[in-house]
């Protein structure tokens, strides 16, 4: 399955902090070590430890936020996590972060997304777009023409499950600020097991109202209640939907709403008992919006190509029909019509590969 790396692809479902280099997070926990902060040898073994519960997962993203959470390490792993999904010839990546606040750094949300940006800025390597063509601000690493690698980046920003709805409402009205530098929507995430859909509705609806894009973490734990209020609130996007009924089914193809597919992230969290129950079958031949995706590349030690190769050998996909599914992440994104309309061009360019 070589022909898979080369095809050109679409990430929706990428949170920074999931999506670090093993080496970059070793290297900076031996510092933090070394100043007597953490104990190095315990981070060293659960960093690299391969199988996960969803809990632990949440126990490990407070451990990498301690690690990576000043505005310098957050410039970095912006700017490595972008540069190995292009190397993946990913070609639009939405990317999704949790503004973090730590005023014992003299970090505000604001700050972060700030060192976000400053990371999407110092990529040489490939060009990156990340704001919208209309915008006046011109980019100092724009496209020289000449065959360089391209890759389109907008952000999402991530409320936690575990903030109020101030909390959350300030990220909202830091997104809508930030909309000039390639912002396009908000994510809820963090442990299902913490927080109520009430506290993160007002907050949700202010977005929507906003025109910011929404994609909800949703059905991660068996929850009927949110899950319903969740499709009734009618998010452009879902991510995961592993403990969908037959009723949250019918609602959510009844509305179209497109859904980010984590294979790894669902085997690896036993959200999912095994593969060959994944909902992906069902969706797949319902013809339902569905696009491929990572979660975090990091944790779950896997690549977008490793997960396509995933779907590939799992659901019996061949060539032609992986590039067209592929392809048709393109009117999931939250992209503006100007970069739909480059990306089509884009896989159209690379389709004789893919017959
Ligand atoms: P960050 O937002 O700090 O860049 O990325 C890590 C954060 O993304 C985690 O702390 C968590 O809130 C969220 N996250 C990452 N993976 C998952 C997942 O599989 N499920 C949920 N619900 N949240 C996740």
Request: net charge negative; aromatic share 8%; proline share 3%.
């Amino acid at each position: 399955m070589e022909w898979i790396h080369p095809m050109p692809k679409i990430e929706l479902h990428a949170h920074l902090n999931g999506s670090i280099r093993d080496s970059t997070l070793l290297e900076l926990a031996r510092v933090l070590g070394e100043k007597g902060v953490i104990e190095f040898a315990d981070v060293e073994n659960v960093i690299q430890k391969n199988d996960r519960s969803l809990d632990e997962v949440f126990k490990l993203f407070d451990l990498i936020h301690m690690i990576t959470t000043d505005h310098q390490t957050v410039t970095r792993i912006t700017r490595e996590v972008v540069q190995d999904f292009a190397v993946e010839n990913v070609v639009y990546l939405e990317l999704r972060t949790t503004p973090k606040r730590n005023d014992s750094i003299g970090m505000s949300k604001r700050s972060y997304m700030e060192a976000v940006i400053k990371g999407l800025r110092s990529i040489s390597e490939v060009d990156v777009e990340f704001v919208a063509a209309t915008d006046s601000e011109k980019l100092h690493n724009s496209c020289d023409g000449v065959g360089r690698k391209k890759i389109y980046v907008r952000l999402l920003l991530s409320i936690d499950r575990r903030e109020t709805t101030e909390s959350a409402m300030e990220t909202v009205k830091l997104a809508l600020e930030m909309r000039n530098v390639g912002v396009v929507g908000i994510d809820l995430s963090g442990n299902p097991l913490v927080g109520e859909w009430s506290t993160f509705l007002p907050a949700l609806q202010f977005a929507k109202d906003n025109d910011l894009y929404i994609t909800l973490h949703s059905g991660e734990v068996p929850n009927p209640k949110e899950i319903q209020a969740m499709l009734d609130f009618k998010p452009h996007r879902v991510g995961h939907a592993c403990f969908f009924k037959d009723q949250d089914w019918e609602k959510l193809k009844s509305f179209r709403i497109p859904v980010e597919i984590c294979l790894s992230s669902n085997i690896i969290t036993k959200s999912i008992s095994s593969i060959d129950i994944h909902h992906f079958a069902d969706l797949y031949k319902a013809k339902h919006p569905l696009i491929i995706c990572t979660d975090d590349f990091g944790v779950f030690s896997t690549t977008l190509s490793n997960e396509y190769s995933l779907a590939v050998r799992s659901f019996g996909l061949g060539k032609r029909e992986t590039f067209a599914l592929a392809k048709s992440g393109i009117d999931a994104t939250f992209a503006e019509d100007e970069v739909k309309q480059q990306l089509g061009l884009i896989f159209d360019s690379a389709s004789p590969e893919y017959v």
